[in-house]
């Protein structure tokens, strides 16, 4: 019971990043801004963030230079795509590898830099109970951020009427333009909030998931949970629950491996992204699930007054 209680509790410090990441281009999204660049935001703001704390020793101050590595990245990226009205693709793809390539030429110096130790968490009195207590209840409180910041977003998007603008632009903004909403800037600031949250899951890699700093350490995650937006229809929850399964599926071969399964460790490396690929397909071939909750003007420009 013991090793089960452990692939839980990986299963939610892995599926933490993706769920942090994926808010933040849910945000980008529900304003019809497409950002592909999330993975080298990522690398980016990890690089940030593990160097702030290597200077300051505080996982805090981490944090916050994650946060705003990845609104300035996607600060440049709002500009491009809103004011300039470049290819959100293109330019997307372009902040992915300018973020990839910078991040393994400024990180060379701390590649053999040591964090200090960590503080063990735990919730009092819960993280005693046998079994739930380490599978829910010793996790880094970014775990329960992410938990936090769904229910937060659910409320924002659905019971605000800054929620309500915000989701308007996403579906007409040509409307919202005509009644006086100033949709270039509501886009903008949702695509900043949204790279700050990407920021955050970048700087929780590298200080508390793997608190190291390796060339290319978010392996793929700003791709998963770009193609997790999908997965959950545009809907915070199943975000959330979709982030815990594709986190279970990446710690699931690790389990294997030590429950001494004999499968090759490329198939079990490969198994999130068949994982992806494989959600998206089915999801496919159902377009209502899709068209149901996608935002009207998604990955579409927006010129004012034409």
Known sequence: MDSYALLMAATLNAGTVLAIASLGLLINEKVGIVNLGAEGMMLCSALAGFAAVVHTGNPLVGFAAGMAAGALMA?????????????????????????????????????????????????????????????????????????????????FLYRTRTGLVLRSVGESPESAHALGYPVRRIRLAAVVAGGALCGLAGAYISTVYTPLWVEGMVAGKGWIALALTTFAT?????????????????????????????????????????????????????????????????????????
């Open 234 to 306: 545009w809907r915070p929850a199943r975000v959330l629950l979709g982030a815990y399964l594709f986190g279970g599926v990446t710690m699931l071969q690790f389990h294997l491996q030590g429950a001494g399964v004999n499968v090759p460790s490329q198939f079990l490396t490969m198994l999130p992204y068949v994982a992806t690929v494989v959600v998206l397909a089915l999801i496919s071939r159902n377009p209502a699930w899709i068209r149901v909750n996608m935002p009207s003007s998604i990955g579409k420009p927006f010129y004012p007054g034409s």
């Open 75 to 155: 600060a440049i990226f709002g500009v491009l795509v809103i004011w300039l009205n470049t290819n959100q693709y293109a330019t997307g793809l372009a902040l992915s590898l300018f973020g990839g390539g910078f991040s393994a030429f400024a990180g060379t110096s701390y590649v053999q830099a040591r964090l200090p130790e960590q503080t063990a968490w735990a919730v009092p009195v819960l993280g005693d109970i046998p079994l739930l207590g380490p599978a829910l209840f010793r996790h880094h409180p970014m775990v329960y951020v992410a938990m936090a910041l769904t229910v937060g977003l659910i409320w």
